[in-house]
């Protein structure tokens, strides 16, 4: 069964930081793109940030753009997201996602996800 857990969600303040990590367990997506969205409650899910197979393209939304930062090791198999300067806004459950074909770009779109994790909850406390 394939499986994706995300780690390293919690409480922090507001201008912290977090890191948060996404290991894949069943297989390997070092040949696809991978993403990060996230829902807040009573809100529908909405993009954060993606990656390209290789790591060499990224693509933020506006509102993370500057403070998030996507990134890849696929020695190790996992997908990280650097979150900086964190707003009570970013606050969610943040889940990590694989892309449904092999070398295709950085998607945005959540349809284009095959692969889900079971989220990780992030609160930023003002």
């Known amino acids: 069964q394939v499986q994706l857990v995300e780690s390293g969600g919690g409480l922090v303040q507001a201008g912290g930081s977090l890191k948060l990590s996404c290991a894949p367990s069943g297989r390997t997506f070092r040949n696809y793109p991978m993403g990060w969205f996230r829902q807040a409650p009573g809100k529908e899910r909405e993009f954060v940030a993606a990656?390209?197979?290789?790591?060499?393209?990224?693509y933020y939304a506006d509102s993370v753009k500057g403070r998030f930062t996507i990134s890849r090791d696929n020695a190790k198999n996992t997908l990280y997201l650097q979150m900086n300067s964190l707003k009570p806004e970013d606050t969610a459950v943040y889940y990590c996602?694989?892309?449904?074909?092999?070398?295709?770009?950085?998607?945005?779109?959540?349809?284009?996800?095959?692969?889900w994790g079971q989220g990780t909850q992030v609160t930023v406390s003002s």
């Open positions: 990656i390209s197979w290789s790591g060499g393209v990224t």
């Open positions: 996602a694989a892309g449904a074909r092999a070398y295709s770009g950085v998607d945005y779109n959540s349809n284009n996800y095959d692969y």
